[in-house]
């Protein structure tokens, strides 16, 4: 089965002009204009463009290289977006410590612990690839879910309430923490602030969680 038409966006020169744009805001002294979403996007349009060469066949790339240059794809990625969520919440890159730089790598660890699995379904002849655009926003989720956590570190140690819309379906964690206000830290030790596949929530907080933290002063959103 081939992509869809859905999927040809994501790996459009559109997508390709605006991951140009990025690494031209990360670039040298212009890197502090990049957002977090930008980056998350010019991650989603690299994995994108790597799937297309993957599905595609022939001698364009085989599924090790996959593996590999998806693997290093995560980690550069996710160190821009950690630098740039870092700066976005105020702080100063040369004060980001070691348990600071433990978040990234667990991130990094953990994310490309997944590769070899995504790449298993890919070239799965009984996937259906109509999925693919959903498993990529997925991946993109994640990685602004990083961002928005160090933005959350650099403001401090800030008070969040956990609060949103119940949606079709709220599990009974998002329920027990819903209106509730702890400082930062204390939704970290328990490890409550990942997105997708967090096994602390019956909801794993994929997108049919709409729950998010805010900050409690003045309620902007922190953390999606």
């Known amino acids: ?17 605006a991951a140009g744009r990025v690494a031209r805001l990360l670039s040298h002294a212009l890197k502090a204009e990049a957002t977090i979403d930008d980056v998350a996007s010019g991650f989603e349009n690299d994995l994108g463009d790597l799937i297309q060469s993957l599905l595609r066949g022939g001698h364009r790339l085989s599924k090790s ?18 630098n ?17 730089l ?8 953990e994310q490309q612990g997944h590769v070899n699995d ?22 993109a989720e994640s990685m602004t879910n990083l961002g928005q956590q160090a933005r959350a570190r650099a403001m401090g140690d800030p008070s969040l309430r956990f ?10 964690e998002c329920q027990e923490y819903k209106g509730q206000t702890h400082r930062l830290s204390w939704w970290e030790k ?6 997708n596949g967090n096994e602390n929530y019956g909801c794993k907080r994929f997108d049919n969680c709409h729950h998010s933290f805010f900050h409690a002063r003045t309620g902007e959103k922190v953390i999606d």
């Open 163 to 172: 609060d949103g819309d119940d949606g079709e379906e709220s599990c009974e």
């Open 118 to 139: 995504f790449s298993d379904w890919l070239t799965d002849k009984e996937s259906d690839l109509d999925d693919v655009p959903d498993r990529v926003s997925l991946w």
């Open 84 to 100: 740039v969520g870092w700066e976005e919440g105020g702080g100063d890159i040369a004060d980001i410590e070691s348990d600071d």
């Open 102 to 109: 433990a978040l990234l790598e667990e991130f990094t660890q």
């Open 190 to 195: 328990r490890d409550l602030t990942k997105r």
């Open 1 to 17: 089965m081939g992509i869809n038409a859905e999927f040809t966006p994501i790996i459009s020169s559109t997508h390709h002009q």
């Open 65 to 82: 290289d996959f593996r590999r240059d998806v693997k290093k794809l995560i980690k550069d990625w996710a160190k821009q977006i950690f």
